[in-house]
């Protein structure tokens, strides 16, 4: 028998964000953006976040593959394409 566990995704983490809406998430600077001013990663140290859902032949997410960073950070986009061409390797 297959056990399955859950958790509650609405306390706020970056990650919850990412698993919640199955969409790739870019919080540049979190102190500067009245959305994620009060998220608790930044007590972390989660200053920027850039996160992507890793999603499963059944449908589910199975891993967030992210990258944070003390400071502010936007993030290339040649960075953020190379990190979503790297999932659709990995899910595909």
Not at 5 to 32: F, H, W
Not at 53 to 80: C, H, M, Q, T
């Amino acid at each position: 028998m297959k056990s399955t566990k859950s958790a509650s995704l609405n306390t706020g983490l970056y990650c919850e964000t990412v698993m919640r809406t199955r969409q790739p998430l870019l919080v540049p600077d979190a102190l500067r953006d009245e959305e994620w001013q009060s998220n608790p990663d930044i007590k972390l140290g989660m200053i920027s976040y850039l996160g992507v859902p890793i999603v499963g032949p059944d449908g589910e997410v199975f891993w967030n593959d992210l990258r944070s960073d003390k400071k502010p950070n936007e993030y290339s986009a040649l960075y953020r394409k190379l990190l979503l061409q790297w999932r659709g390797r990995i899910a595909g």
